[in-house]
């Protein structure tokens, strides 16, 4: 897979986490309405849980991979400008 597209990916990932992160979550409500967190609350609570940890999660990984992609770029040129010199 080439440097492009997997940074594509990294910042899809870092503005999804984001964007979960600024306009929340409305899945809830179904569980709420259909009154399954009031039966079971351990469900809201995992579900909350995974709602708060996903999108920072996300965004980590989206920014190692931007980073070690913009890494290997750099490295590139250098490795490219080297063998130009010689």
Do not use: C, H
Not at 5 to 31: D, F, N, Q, R, T
Not at 57 to 75: C, Q, R, S, T
Request: proline share 5%; aromatic share 10%.
């Amino acid at each position: 897979m080439g440097s492009l597209v997997k940074i594509i990916i990294g910042v899809l990932l870092i503005v999804v986490g984001m964007w979960w992160i600024a306009a929340g979550s409305s899945y809830l409500e179904p569980v709420k309405a259909a009154g399954w967190v009031t039966s079971r609350p351990a469900l809201a609570d995992f579900i909350t849980v995974l709602n708060g940890s996903i999108p920072p999660f996300l965004a980590l990984i989206g920014f190692l991979v931007v980073w070690l992609e913009w890494d290997n770029i750099k490295i590139q040129k250098e490795m490219a400008k080297e063998k130009k010199g010689k």
